[in-house]
């Protein structure tokens, strides 16, 4: 009896995480988002756009070549910034490939939201045994997807885990880069907005 309540619980334990893991929206489509809190409530919804639209010009070097939207009364940041991956192909090779994405940031009094969807990646051209390959797009659910992600005999396909975890790990990383500067403290912000130095 103990062994089956075990196994029930162990079993229960794994569907709970295998719900958690789904990283894809209604639309079966891959997306991150989360609402964060700045450490002070009392932050404005301009301090808070203003630390937002930081945020972006720090991570991307320059807002201006990635923000297409940046209204301050809506309190909303938009930009399609790119990065690469790195793929292992096997025998010591690497792929490098672009992956896309659309970043959204909205503002309230002493709170934001981060959402990052719309990801897709693009190859390289490159050249094989003299014939041109020309440049792919392909989606995160052609790649990991349940049905995707495994060969007939269950195993794991290698490049394909390597997108998955690649591209979970960068959108992770924006996240918890986007919540650590938002969670700043402000004075440095409204410090170098003003003229008076």
Known sequence: ???????????YSAILCYGQESIFNDKGKLEYSEVINTNDS??????VFLKAKSWFVETYNS?????EIE???????MGKPLTH??????????????MYYTIKVQVKKGRCKIS???IYYKSYSSYTNGVRIP???????QWFAKDNLYKKNGKIKKINIQYKEKTIKNMK?????FETFMKKDSTIIENNQTDDW
């Open 173 to 177: 990383d924006l996240i918890a880069s």
């Open 116 to 118: 990052i969807y719309n």
């Open 71 to 77: 209204d301050k009364e809506l309190g909303v940041l």
């Open 1 to 11: 009896m103990k062994k089956i309540l075990i196994i029930i619980l162990f079993i």
């Open 135 to 141: 440049e792919q797009i392909s989606y995160p659910e």
């Open 42 to 47: 009392n932050n404005s919804k301009e301090l």
């Open 63 to 67: 807002s201006k070549a990635v923000l």
């Open 85 to 98: 991956l790195y793929i292992s192909i096997g025998m010591g090779s690497i792929f490098k490939t672009r």
